[in-house]
């Protein structure tokens, strides 16, 4: 069993930065991949970016490639996501997930956080 919370997120403007957090109960966080997802108003949820359990491999999806940096650290049962050059777009509610990385893919979980708003103004 793995909770998730996430944190971090806010309003800020276009080309602004946000740091989100999402901290992990459990003993169990070093043995999964992670990933976060988005939400936008009106539409379904969509893959972001992932990270392997040791965090020596990362996956994005192309919207955010070279904006977004996904990181983690076991010891804190955290993991991040750094996100730069925000754009109105990336106006969502935005999730982490626990899951599973291979075959050079992400594979999400059942364990789900409840959410963290971010909302990027033109």
């Known amino acids: 069993q793995v909770q998730l919370v996430e944190s971090g997120g806010g309003l800020v403007q276009a080309g602004g930065s946000l740091r989100l957090s999402c901290a992990a109960s459990?003993?169990?966080?070093?043995?999964?991949?992670m990933g976060w997802f988005r939400q936008a108003p009106g539409k379904g949820r969509e893959f972001g970016a992932a990270?392997?359990?040791?965090?020596?491999?990362?996956y994005y999806t192309d919207s955010v490639k070279g904006r977004f940096t996904i990181s983690r650290d076991n010891a804190k049962n955290t993991v991040y996501l750094q996100m730069n050059s925000l754009k109105p777009e990336d106006t969502a509610v935005y999730y982490c997930?626990?899951?599973?990385?291979?075959?050079?893919?992400?594979?999400?979980?059942?364990?789900w956080g409840p959410g963290t708003q971010v909302t990027v103004s033109s």
């Open positions: 997930n626990a899951g599973s990385y291979w075959l050079g893919s992400y594979h999400p979980g059942n364990y």
């Open positions: 459990g003993h169990t966080f070093s043995s999964y991949a």
């Open positions: 990270i392997s359990s040791s965090g020596d491999s990362t």
